[in-house]
T-cell receptor, first 114, second 115 residues
């Protein structure tokens, strides 16, 4: 079956531009997570969606970052006024539920800010 | 603070040799424990998980891990490494007090395999 799909796989943009990253979770998975992977910081949690509940935004590094999840499925992570420190691989994961349910990851979007 | 430590940044082993990757966590209760593997340019693939019960868990690709409560450890092992195992390995933990059940990762261990 289809796994977690992320697009684009690579994105290069100029500093100050806005970017949108997309995640299609595994069908039927109610939980969706965004993580960021960078050389200096490793893998960091950004945001979590579960069903129709309010998202947990506690990992977002600044107010330039936002995310939404439409219809309980597709999610978009938006970074406004990008900075060079935003350069990283952004990974999306989904799971059947909470807690012990394992998270399944997409291949990520590699974001490079010039 | 809750944390996950992988003390070895880089390990090199010969093909056919045994492997053990270390992982320790700092937490008062038993968390949910995972090992993921990442090949270059790819996402994370789940190798195995531990929630409760038998402390020795089997995973895919011939990997196993043992949970030791007294040592707060969850080390990954493989009896005979194949060249295709070269990748980066991440230990990850869900601390049950985390409302959103997000994964907290170690910094990873890069495995190189000598033919």
């Amino acid at each position: 079956g289809a796994g977690v799909s992320q697009s684009p796989s690579n994105k290069v943009t100029e500093k100050g531009k806005d970017v949108e990253l997309r995640c299609d979770p595994i069908s039927g998975h109610t939980a969706l997570y965004w993580y960021r992977q960078s050389l200096g910081q490793g893998l960091e949690f950004l945001i979590y969606f579960q069903g129709n509940s309010a998202p947990d935004k506690s990992g977002l590094p600044s107010d330039r970052f936002s995310a939404e999840r439409t219809g309980g499925s597709v999610s978009t992570l938006t970074i406004q006024r990008t900075q060079q420190e935003d350069s990283a691989v952004y990974l999306c994961a989904s799971s059947l539920g909470q807690g012990s349910q394992p998270q399944h990851f997409g291949d990520g979007t590699r974001l490079s800010i010039l | 603070a809750q944390s996950v430590t992988q003390p070895d940044i880089h390990i090199t082993v010969s093909e056919g040799a045994s492997l053990e990757l270390r992982c320790n966590y700092s937490y008062g209760a038993t968390p949910y424990l995972f090992w993921y593997v990442q090949s270059p340019g790819q996402g994370l693939q789940l190798l195995l998980k531990y929630f409760s019960g038998d402390t020795l868990v089997q995973g895919i690709k011939g990997f196993e891990a043992e949970f030791k409560r007294s040592q707060s450890s969850f080390n990954l092992r493989k009896p005979s490494v194949h060249w295709s195992d070269a990748a980066e390995y991440f230990c990850a933990v869900v601390f049950s007090g985390a409302g959103s059940y997000q994964l907290t990762f170690g910094k990873g261990t890069k495995l190189s395999v000598i033919p």
